[in-house]
T-cell receptor, first 112, second 114 residues
Framework: QQQVKQSPQSLIVQKGGISIINCAYE??????FPWYQQFPGKGPALLIA?????SEKKEGRFTISFNKSAKQFSLHIMDSQPGDSATYFC???????????FGTGTKLQVIP | GAVVSQHPSWVICKSGTSVKIECRSL??????MFWYRQFPKQSLMLMAT?????????EQGVEKDKFLINHASLTLSTLTVTSAHPEDSSFYICSARAGIHEQYFGPGTRLTVT
């Protein structure tokens, strides 16, 4: 119930294209869904996060879409750039439970 | 944004020795810090939750006598890998909680045990 399933494992997108990463969860107690971006040899960096009372959140080229009934959420990267090439992790947590549950990660490669 | 630092960024040690890794929240106070371990091309594995002034809570399967955690102040937590062995070689990452949900991660420490 604490699992967060993430797909795809890897993704290759052309520059300017849209990158889409999907996650699904089981625990309906989760109330915070962040996305992290990690470059090789670095720690994860908080990219964008959403709470389940909204269906979409946009920050620049990054958008989270959230479907509460389906228990799914996704990250869309518009106009993908080579600098976006990194590993992306979705995650979930809830206020009463300090731990964050991470997805398995998606390695994104944006090719020129 | 909130900044978390780790020191050292990489360390090589001989088998049987101990290594201490520091995690600091630079511009905020963190009552709770977390320690993760990450193997190549894998997700983060939570090792323990560290609360200021109290004993750390370890995840199942993590040896508390091997991975000593101290959270002596609101801005500093340390992880000591005791009697390190080659299988302890990994990327260790800490995070600090700011607010109810937000966690900010350090840059990680690459440990190589020879």
């Amino acid at each position: 119930q604490q699992q967060v399933k993430q797909s795809p494992q890897s993704l290759i997108v052309q520059k300017g294209g849209i990158s889409i990463i999907n996650c699904a969860y089981e625990n309906t107690a989760f109330d915070y869904f962040p996305w992290y971006q990690q470059f090789p040899g670095k720690g994860p960096a908080l990219l964008i996060a959403i709470r389940p009372d909204v269906s979409e959140k946009k920050e620049g080229r990054f958008t989270i879409s959230f479907n509460k009934s389906a228990k799914q959420f996704s990250l869309h990267i518009m106009d993908s750039q080579p600098g976006d090439s990194a590993t992306y992790f979705c995650a979930a947590s809830w206020g009463g439970y300090q731990k964050v549950t991470f997805g398995t990660g998606t390695k994104l490669q944006v090719i020129p | 944004g909130a900044v978390v630092s780790q020191h050292p960024s990489w360390v090589i040690c001989k088998s049987g020795t101990s290594v201490k890794i520091e995690c600091r929240s630079l511009d905020f106070q963190a009552t709770t810090m977390f320690w993760y371990r990450q193997f190549p091309k894998q997700s983060l594995m939570l090792m323990a939750t560290s609360n200021e002034g109290s004993k750390a809570t370890y995840e199942q399967g993590v040896e508390k006598d091997k991975f000593l955690i101290n959270h002596a102040s609101l801005t500093l937590s340390t992880l000591t890998v005791t009697s390190a062995h080659p299988e302890d070689s990994s990327f260790y990452i800490c995070s600090a909680r700011a607010g109810i949900h937000e966690q900010y991660f350090g840059p990680g420490t690459r440990l190589t045990v020879t």
